[in-house]
Nanobody
Framework: QVQLVESGGGLVQPGGSLRLSCAAS????????MGWYRQPPGKQRELVAT???????SYADSVKGRFTISRDSANNTVYLQMNSLKPEDTAVYYC?????????WGQGTQVTVSS
């Protein structure tokens, strides 16, 4: 089994920053990709950013230039640095880890951007 533990969410003012972390533990063979998704209130879950085994990254257009995804392969951890936060970034953020043919989700962490 694989467990994902997220941390780093919270309340921040517009223009502020937060850093999310997601640590994977358990029976981990080879992580092929890691990523972050979010689900705004009343909306569907959407992709925010991904990072592959070779550290190739991709971002949703809405966060390009503001968010940065990174990973610590030695510790099976993925990060999301979020800068210049906007109210529309308010959502529950979920990390995703692809291992072999399976995918695993974190429990979600709330990010609220409000003055």
């Amino acid at each position: 089994q694989v467990q994902l533990v997220e941390s780093g969410g919270g309340l921040v003012q517009p223009g502020g920053s937060l850093r999310l972390s997601c640590a994977a533990s358990g029976t981990i063979s080879s992580i092929r990709a890691m990523g972050w998704y979010r689900q705004p209130p009343g909306k569907q879950r959407e992709l925010v950013a991904t990072i592959t085994k070779t550290t190739s990254t991709s971002y949703a257009d809405s966060v390009k230039g503001r968010f940065t995804i990174s990973r610590d392969s030695a510790n099976n951890t993925v990060y999301l640095q979020m800068n210049s936060l906007k109210p529309e970034d308010t959502a529950v953020y979920y990390c995703y880890v692809g291992i072999g043919l399976r995918g695993y989700w974190g429990q979600g962490t709330q990010v609220t951007v409000s003055s």
